[in-house]
Each structure stands twice: as structure tokens, then as C-alpha cells.
């Protein structure tokens, strides 16, 4: 991947590498006997049972805004505070209530590791910054890439240190929740929501001078301010790892453009792309085609909320955030 720049994703591609098709199988007979049920009947049993457990109007968190879109398509966006036992309940009660076609999450390729690393493991990887994290991340994403990531890793560990507590509990929480237990959320689909880290990293780096860098560098090195559970959920808000970068490089308007804003529009932009109505399969070609508008569940930090109802209905053009 070394100093290759990520295509924008096109409208045909835009189904993220976690994803998944039906998540309860397909009743059948026992073998040698005649099949009394199809595939599409199975699914529109299905079908009935999942709309029967949406509840309506669903009880929802307070962090939850819901969106509407343009073919009547319902977007439910989780805020969370990625530090936060609150905000994992939050995630399930969305999902359970809502019972959703698709979940969102504000994570990448780059960082899907996250969902199927347990707790214990995420504390202490995030715990151990070693010189061979370093030469790893530089391998990957080049010099200045390399060590901001590594130095954002450090902000990240500053926090779980404190706390005691490993970051995406909530992504970890949603994953589970619509595919592991697929008794609860019938055929629902996975998808990541995030623009790919080795894109955003190169651009914040080039929207920096060399003194800039420096700066932001000697914060995030000598970041050692305390920070109680209390302080989290005062932070529900704002995400409290968003809000200490913020602090951090509220000078620098073209790095939280980069940092936050960008990243606003393309979650948006994934948000509307799993916001599209579902087609309902036929016994035949000869059936007419029935579609339904979908259910969207997204999870994201609660800084990115007010930047994604701001751009839901603008006119997004990803390819010049993605270069």
C-alpha cells in the first residue's frame, strides 16, 4: 500500500469488506423428502417476522437522530462516545428496536481488527506502543503518515490507560448484535462506514507546514492530563477522543477539516448508500419487482452527528476527498 493513493469508491462498489447476506438459514426438509417451502417464501417469513419486532414508534436513546431519505428510507444515527458502557447500550437498544437492514459503523478496512479482538486483547494492544508498531505503520502508510498515526494511537492509550477500558466497545456491541446473534436481527448487513485511515492520515500530514507538524507532534507526545469516567460520559456531546484532538488542533483548520469534516461527508455519503430500498425477491422473472424502503442503524462518535445531518441532503462529491 506503500504511498498508493485509495480510489473513490463508485456507485456499484460502495459495499464496505464486512457484509453479509441471509443470517438465518432457509428452512428445508430433511433429505430425500420433497421441499414444501422456497427460498422466497422463506424470505418473505422472514421478512414478516423481522417488521413485526420493529416497534413503532421505536424507544430510542436520546444520542439517537433519525434521518429520512428522499425514497423514504430511515437512517437511525447512533451518537457515541467511544469510551463509554453507555454508549454500547445505547447500540443494542437501536438495534433491537429498530430492527435494521443494515448497520453502519464508523470504522475502515484498515481497522476492522477492532471487531473481533476481545477486550482484554484491545486493552492491551492499545496499551503497548512498541518500536515495531512504528516501523509497521510507517511500512504501510510512509514517514509523516506513519507517525501520526502512531502518535494518535498514543492519544488513544493515554485515554485507555485511565480508564481501564479498550476503545469501539460500541462498533464491537453493534457487530454482535446484527450478525453473531442473528436470532435477534434477521438477515441484516454489516457494513464499515469510514474513509480508509491511510487517505485521511496523508491528507491532514499535507495540509500542514513543517512547523505545524512539529507542534502538533510535541502536544500529542506530552499529553498526560487525567481523565475519570465521569469526564466520558460529560463528553457524550462530543466524543471525547474527537473533543481532545479538537482541543488540540483548533488551530489548525485544514487539519480538522481533514480530521473531522471530510470524514462528515464521506460517513454521510456511506450512510445514504446503505439507504436504498430493498428489492424483494420473486418465485419468477414474470413477477413484477417490490421494493420496500430500508432500516438503517448507524454508529458513529458523537462529533461527526452534526456534520452529517448538515450534508444529508447536499450534493456530495466524494472523489475530491478521497485524492
Not at 453493534?174 to 454489516?190: D, G, I, M, T, Y
Not at 428489492?279 to 419487482?289: C, F, I, T, V, Y
Not at 452534526?306 to 478521497?322: F, R, Y
Request: hydrophobic share 40%.
Amino acid at each position: 500500500m506503500d504511498g498508493e493513493e485509495q480510489p473513490p469508491p463508485r456507485e456499484a462498489d460502495t459495499e464496505p469488506d464486512v457484509t453479509s447476506g441471509p443470517l438465518e438459514p432457509v428452512p428445508t426438509m430433511p433429505s430425500g423428502e420433497p421441499q414444501s417451502l422456497t427460498d422466497t417464501d422463506a424470505f418473505h417469513l422472514l421478512l414478516e417476522m423481522k417488521l413485526k419486532r420493529r416497534c413503532e414508534p421505536p424507544s430510542l436513546p436520546p444520542t439517537v437522530t433519525q434521518l429520512v431519505a428522499e425514497d423514504g428510507s430511515r437512517v437511525y444515527v447512533v451518537g457515541t462516545a467511544h469510551f463509554s458502557d453507555d454508549s454500547k447500550r445505547d447500540v443494542v437498544r437501536t438495534i433491537r428496536e429498530v430492527q435494521p437492514d443494515v448497520v453502519v459503523v464508523e470504522l475502515c478496512q484498515y481497522r476492522v481488527s477492532m471487531l473481533k479482538m476481545d477486550e482484554s486483547t484491545l486493552l492491551r494492544e492499545a496499551k503497548e506502543l512498541s518500536m515495531d508498531k512504528l516501523q509497521q505503520a510507517v511500512r504501510q502508510n510512509g514517514l509523516m503518515s506513519g507517525l501520526m498515526q502512531m502518535l494518535l494511537l498514543k492519544v488513544s492509550a493515554h485515554i485507555t490507560e485511565q480508564l481501564g477500558m479498550a476503545p469501539g466497545g460500541e462498533f464491537r456491541e453493534a457487530f454482535k448484535e446484527a450478525l453473531l446473534q442473528a436470532s435477534r436481527v434477521p438477515f441484516c448487513k454489516f457494513h464499515l462506514g469510514d474513509r480508509p485511515i491511510p487517505v485521511t492520515f496523508k491528507r491532514a500530514i499535507a495540509a500542514l507546514s513543517f512547523w505545524q507538524k512539529v507542534k502538533l507532534a510535541w502536544g500529542l507526545c506530552f499529553l498526560s492530563d487525567p481523565i475519570s469516567k465521569d469526564d466520558v460520559e460529560r463528553c457524550k456531546q462530543k466524543d471525547l477522543l474527537e473533543q481532545m484532538m479538537a482541543e488540540m488542533i483548533g488551530e489548525f483548520p485544514d487539519l480538522h477539516r481533514t480530521i473531522v469534516s471530510e470524514r462528515d461527508i464521506y460517513l454521510t455519503y456511506m450512510l445514504r448508500q446503505a439507504a436504498r430500498r430493498l428489492e424483494l425477491p420473486r418465485a419468477s422473472d414474470a413477477e413484477p419487482r417490490m421494493c420496500i424502503p430500508s432500516v438503517v442503524v448507524g454508529v458513529v462518535g458523537m462529533g461527526h452527528v452534526p456534520g452529517i445531518e448538515k450534508n444529508w441532503s447536499a450534493d456530495l462529491n466524494i472523489q475530491e476527498i478521497m485524492t
